[in-house]
């Protein structure tokens, strides 16, 4: 006998033999009996590999075939999506979307919407919940059991002899399965033997190091989902900014991209990124309908696409598979962890996550209006869903937004957003967004530097690219003198959106209290170059600071009529510092304040008298800020308008009360 461990197989013949033995025996199974599997008016045909409802053949793919006779052998328990691909698919490496769309066209063949047949389990996979009933009531007959010669019993039937009888079957059928055998061994070997190398190619996958998603266009306007192209767009790119493998724009530099005629590679240029994934979405009732592509900017060259002819019953599942594909396109290993936060929902309901995606539409806007419509949206979704943890993330955003904008009071603000913040870590530690409103309100409500650092830092460990955490934690930094680390964090913060005008602003602002008022100047004029129309913009303070007061009260007054003031008032002003200096342009803008019928903070006739030189009245409207816990108060020790001020003892008193360091 020959020792085959010294002569061994190739793997190609051994899986050949193998796999030609079971074509055989599925044959020779199968041949005598019809098996099937039955479910409500349906049957699948084992032996013609089919489906059948009320005996005419439902027509399937093959790969879709196969997965519903899993799903069908495998009733009453969850199937993982592993556990799937590696039954369909053994030798083969294929994402989510092949078998996202073979469960499309098995719920379309049997009119399973919405789903009660084949159900989908979040993050897991399927279920089975059919009854199934097996044709065993005929024993299956072995071919090798069998005679062709008929019974004389009974005419035309089959006489079944001992098992292993070989020599009852023609040689003829033996030598057709040897040649089978060999056949498809042959083919196997050629299949699996290696290619002579080739050189290596000199035009590889680039590399691509940041990703713009740009807002879904909306192919049904009529419909007033305006939301959902954006919505669609934030929920990728939270998606995507898990994998900490390169910088994904947020949902604030590419909102300005809704457009259905926006050219995506003159806007990838513009975000200047490696690539950008655009798409088209269109909506019926629950479902949608999705195109996708990722393109590269430098050529235009489609790196991956996906279409989903059909309405996609299940949006989630649609999303899964856009975000795992769009990783596996961009050859990224992904660990455990990272693999479980990019399938991850933060709902299962559809219209909890329509309300929240409107939410956010609503809340990029930043005007009071869209900010309370955004409260309202985030609260339908949360009482649908009462552990939608983004949902309350949201919220408290919103809320903070609205208690700075001087929209609701202060406590009111603070007690709505801590509440909110609270329940949304509760439900999910990992929201890296709930740890950065948590951060916000920490430094801007609550005056507690440290534990707005720790928050700070843990949005940023769970999403680097996460953009109120990027924006406000160089805030932080400056007031705790860390000022290179401020202002280099800033920067980077500006590599990560180049066009956002809020971090524009930033950087600016944060050189302005630095001390830097040239850079500061410079930086301004990019900021006003960029977004002329930005009401925040307002370089007088830095003019001042440098002594250039006709150039100071010009950039005040600009930015008052940016802010909509009245021309009336912007004239008085302007003809009042032509009059009468610098002094006099200051007690008409205390006048004006005065006379206001509209509440005017603490802060602000604080300031009026420091450039006054009013230091009493400066104090006694900076305690009564602290009384009304005006968010602004925050800045006293970095803001050098308050510079005058820092060598009276009552400034270091203020300021312990605040909480801060002095």
């Known amino acids: 006998m020959v020792d085959t461990t010294l002569f061994p197989r190739p793997r190609a013949v051994e899986a050949g033999i193998f796999a030609a033995h079971s074509m055989f025996a599925r044959f020779r199974d199968r041949a005598v009996i019809n098996e099937t599997r039955s479910f409500g008016a349906f049957r699948l045909d084992l032996s013609r590999a089919c489906l059948l409802s009320n005996g005419e053949e439902v027509k399937l793919r093959p790969k879709s075939y196969e997965v519903l006779r899993f799903l069908v052998d495998n009733p009453g328990r969850v199937v993982t999506k592993k556990e799937l691909t590696e039954a369909i698919w053994p030798d083969a490496f294929v994402t989510d979307d092949s078998l996202v769309q073979c469960i499309r066209d098995i719920r379309r063949a049997l009119a399973d919407d919405p789903p009660r047949v084949i159900k989908?389990?979040?993050?897991?996979?399927?279920?089975?919940?059919?009854?199934?009933?097996?044709?065993?009531?005929?024993k299956i007959v072995n071919l090798n059991d069998v005679t062709e010669e008929p019974?004389?019993?009974?005419?035309?039937?089959?006489?079944?002899?001992?098992?292993?009888?070989?020599?009852?079957?023609?040689?003829?059928?033996?030598?057709?399965?040897?040649?089978?055998?060999?056949?498809?061994?042959?083919?196997?070997?050629?299949?699996?033997?290696?290619?002579?190398?080739?050189?290596?190619?000199?035009?590889?996958?680039?590399?691509?190091?940041?990703?713009?998603?740009?807002?879904?266009?909306?192919?049904?306007?009529?419909?007033?989902?305006?939301?959902?192209?954006?919505?669609?767009?934030?929920?990728?790119?939270?998606?995507?900014?898990?994998?900490?493998?390169?910088?994904?724009?947020?949902?604030?530099?590419?909102?300005?991209?809704?457009?259905?005629?926006?050219?995506?590679?003159?806007?990838?240029?513009?975000?200047?990124?490696?690539?950008?994934?655009?798409?088209?979405?269109?909506?019926?009732?629950?479902?949608?309908?999705?195109?996708?592509?990722?393109?590269?900017?430098?050529?235009?060259?489609?790196?991956?696409?996906?279409?989903?002819?059909?309405?996609?019953?299940?949006?989630?599942?649609?999303?899964?598979?856009?975000?795992?594909?769009?990783?596996?396109?961009l050859t990224i290993r992904l660990t455990a962890d990272q693999s479980e936060r990019l399938s991850r929902h933060y709902t299962d309901n559809s219209e909890a996550y329509q309300l929240y995606l409107k939410g956010v539409f609503l809340r990029n806007q930043m005007t009071p209006e869209s900010l309370k419509k955004s409260v309202e949206s985030f609260q339908k979704a949360i009482e649908i869903d009462p552990h939608y943890a983004l949902a309350y993330a949201g919220e408290a955003c919103s809320y903070d937004a609205l208690t700075y904008r001087g929209v609701v009071p202060v406590k009111e603000g603070e007690s709505k957003?801590?509440?909110?913040?609270?329940?949304?870590?509760?439900?999910?530690?990992?929201?890296?967004?709930?740890?950065?409103?948590?951060?916000?309100?920490?430094?801007?409500?609550?005056w507690?530097?440290?534990?707005?650092e720790k928050e700070f830092k843990r949005a940023l460990e769970l999403n680097p690219n996460e953009e109120l955490a990027n924006l406000m934690y160089p805030h932080l930094l400056l007031m705790q003198g860390r000022v290179d680390q401020a202002i280099a964090v800033c920067?980077?913060?500006?590599?990560?959106?180049?066009?956002?005008?809020?971090?524009?602003?930033g950087l600016a602002l944060l050189l302005y209290e630095a001390g830097r008022y040239d850079e500061a100047i410079d930086q301004f004029k990019k900021t006003e170059e960029l977004f002329p129309n930005y009401q925040l913009i307002n370089m007088g303070p830095s003019y001042e600071k440098k002594g250039m007061f006709d150039e100071a009260v010009k950039e005040y007054l600009a930015a008052e009529s940016r802010w909509g003031l009245p021309d009336s008032y912007i004239q008085t002003l302007k003809q009042t510092y032509a009059a009468a200096g610098w002094t006099a342009y200051w007690k008409k803008r205390l006048e004006f304040a005065t006379a206001k019928e509209k509440h005017v903070p603490a802060f602000v006739f604080a300031s009026y008298y420091v450039h006054l030189k009013d230091n009493d009245a400066a104090f006694a409207w900076l305690r009564k800020g602290l009384e009304q816990h005006e968010p602004e108060l925050i800045t006293l020790p970095v803001d050098p308008i308050w510079e005058s001020l820092r060598s009276d003892p009552r400034f270091a008193q203020l300021i312990r009360q605040i909480g801060l360091p002095a």
């Open 151 to 329: 019974s004389r019993n009974e005419p035309g039937s089959l006489k079944i002899v001992r098992p292993g009888s070989w020599r009852h079957i023609k040689p003829v059928s033996i030598a057709l399965m040897s040649l089978l055998v060999l056949t498809v061994a042959f083919v196997l070997v050629r299949l699996h033997r290696p290619s002579p190398a080739k050189p290596a190619s000199t035009s590889t996958f680039p590399k691509v190091n940041s990703i713009a998603v740009l807002p879904f266009k909306v192919l049904n306007p009529e419909s007033k989902d305006d939301y959902l192209g954006l919505g669609m767009a934030d929920t990728l790119i939270t998606r995507l900014s898990v994998l900490n493998q390169f910088s994904v724009r947020p949902t604030s530099a590419i909102q300005r991209y809704t457009n259905t005629d926006q050219d995506s590679l003159a806007a990838g240029r513009e975000q200047k990124v490696d690539a950008v994934l655009e798409g088209s979405i269109q909506r019926s009732a629950d479902k949608v309908r999705v195109t996708v592509r990722l393109l590269n900017v430098q050529d235009g060259r489609t790196l991956w696409g996906y279409k989903c002819d059909e309405y996609c019953a299940d949006v989630f599942e649609m999303q899964d598979m856009i975000s795992a594909t769009v990783a596996s396109a």
């Open 417 to 446: 957003s801590k509440e909110l913040g609270r329940r949304a870590l509760e439900l999910d530690d990992s929201l890296a967004e709930a740890h950065s409103a948590a951060a916000e309100r920490e430094l801007f409500i609550e």
């Open 448 to 452: 507690h530097l440290a534990a707005a």
């Open 491 to 505: 920067k980077g913060a500006l590599d990560l959106d180049p066009l956002s005008p809020r971090t524009n602003k």
């Open 120 to 138: 989908t389990v979040a993050r897991r996979g399927y279920i089975f919940e059919s009854e199934v009933v097996t044709n065993a009531s005929k």
